[in-house]
């Protein structure tokens, strides 16, 4: 067998280099190979679905061949980490899995190498983001500072993350368990409702009476997170701060959100001696104009790391405004949803164009989607909560089903660790892509093909080029 793989190689490689010297007032200077590379392919039918292809794809190169160029001397921003939100909701269906079971899914999903007792490729997620507090996610709407109507808790002397430590916590365990390094995220639905306006977990405001003690609220958080050894590497102020429909939600405008942060939690990260980045915005596209005018302020500012946004609304590449306002601050792309109605390619390539290439092509350092689990009834969520939200898992005690997320993550998690940075590729109309860089010095080159037939097109890589075939409706990532 080692012996015929080997001719077919040399036959692939002569083939080729005779395609090559064809074409080379074409491609002037450039050398072609066989290919070697990985090739990972998720089809719209499923008939491949994240499957690693060996060579099958590999064509030689021809003049009308599209060109992806990769300039890895062209370097954009460092990558955080691609994943989930894990609420409380997906933390408990896992919990309820069999030890076995859970163990081979978490290694799976978070593990870094495939390792001997799974039977899928791990698919390296690394980075999660946590709700702070309940999420619409929740069976509940819940604070960790509730209590009875009229009451008020000025030193938070009742402050507990008990609800956390039931099964959150020791999910985040295990995971911590697999992969050591991932990165914590954590956003607010809601402040307790005794600091709101209107007493209630829907909407209303976070009383200007009580901007101090809810920063001391997020201090206490963070603290308590750390005692379990849960370092949380970054907090947002408000999920979506103008959707306050939602059940939690809280309606947070852009100077109340400057005044917070400069006047209140800033300081108390700072005293505490916390060195938890800031994220403002957290919500879409459509309103750039809410984190400039919060980064804008002179004395929020220095505090800010920088901001987050959804696409429920607008357009991905309004997230460069605000890059180009503040070119030193952060941007990051927190959550979107899939819907349990929708169609699986749609959703995938929907999803690769505008958050793997369009928000990573617009700055953002992290892709998450939201969620990571929930059952076969979409359950749980709150009242008034997503009655709709599929899960990147659909988990039914030990039966586990990989939805449009699990995909969509894979393909960037898999390859594109933390410290990767993105690097210029070639646009091309009909084939969107974007190429990162890793520390083991791999390029790492996704692309989408949203049409209903093939296509081929060339890679053109330190002066050598390689030719592939992309499927009609197929995702793939490239390991060079």
């Known amino acids: 067998m080692t012996l015929l793989k080997n001719i077919n190689k040399q ?67 460092t990558m955080e980490g691609f994943g989930y939100t894990l609420n409380g909701g997906s933390a408990t269906h896992l919990a309820n899995m069999s030890d076995d079971a859970r163990a081979q899914l978490l290694q799976e999903i978070f593990g870094q190498s495939n390792g001997a007792n799974i039977n899928k490729p791990s698919i390296g997620v690394s980075y999660l983001r946590l709700s702070l507090g309940a999420s619409d996610l929740d069976p509940a709407p819940f604070s960790y500072n509730d209590l009875p109507p009229g009451e008020v808790d000025l030193k938070l002397e009742k402050f507990t993350i008990a609800q956390d430590e039931k099964t959150l916590i020791p999910i985040l365990k295990q995971i911590l368990a697999i992969n050591p390094s991932i990165t914590f ?7 307790p409702v005794w600091m709101k306006t209107n007493g209630s977990t829907i909407g209303g405001e976070l009383n200007p009476e009580y901007y101090s003690v809810y920063a001391q609220y997020f ?40 005044d917070f942060i400069a006047n209140h939690l800033g300081p108390a990260f700072k005293q505490a001696e916390l060195k938890t980045k800031i994220i403002v915005w957290d919500h879409n596209a459509d ?93 749980p969520h709150t009242p008034g909560g997503c009655d709709a939200c599929l899960g990147a898992l659909t988990i039914d005690g030990d039966n586990v089903k990989r939805n449009a997320a699990y995909y969509i993550i894979a393909h960037a998690a898999k390859h594109v660790p933390p410290g990767s940075v993105r690097i210029h590729s070639h646009r091309v109309a009909g084939l969107p892509n974007v190429a990162f860089l890793t520390p083991q010095n791999k390029v790492v080159l996704i692309v989408l093909n949203n049409a209903a037939k093939a296509k081929a097109f060339v890679v053109v890589n330190e002066r050598k080029q390689s030719g592939y075939e992309i499927p009609a409706q197929s995702v793939i990532t490239l390991v060079l």
């Open 287 to 379: 309103k750039p104009e809410y984190p400039i005018e919060v980064l804008n302020h002179p004395v929020a500012n220095q505090y800010i790391h920088g901001s987050a946004f959804h696409l429920y609304g607008g357009d991905v590449n309004a997230i460069s405004q605000v890059h180009n306002a503040h070119p030193d601050k952060h941007l990051y792309f927190t959550e979107q949803w899939v819907g349990a109605n929708s169609n699986f390619w749609g959703d995938v390539a929907w999803h690769v164009e505008n958050l793997i290439v369009g928000a990573t092509r617009n700055w953002c350092k992290t892709v998450l989607e939201w969620n990571l689990a929930a059952d076969s009834n979409l359950q």
């Open 185 to 191: 995220m954590a956003s607010p639905w809601s402040p």
């Open 219 to 258: 201090v206490k958080y963070v603290q308590a997170m750390a005692e379990h050894g849960i370092k949380i590497d970054a907090i947002t102020i408000q999920n979506e701060p103008m959707h306050p429909g939602n059940n939690p939600s809280l309606l947070m405008h852009a100077k109340d959100q400057a």
């Open 11 to 77: 036959r692939l490689a002569r083939k080729v280099k005779l395609v090559c010297s064809a074409i080379s007032l074409v491609v002037m200077g450039l050398s072609c190979a066989a290919s070697a590379n990985q090739y990972w392919l998720t089809s719209g039918d499923l008939s491949a679905a994240f499957e690693e292809q060996g060579e099958k794809y590999a064509v030689a190169p021809s003049p009308e061949m599209p060109l992806i160029t990769i300039d890895k001397s062209q370097i954009f921003q």
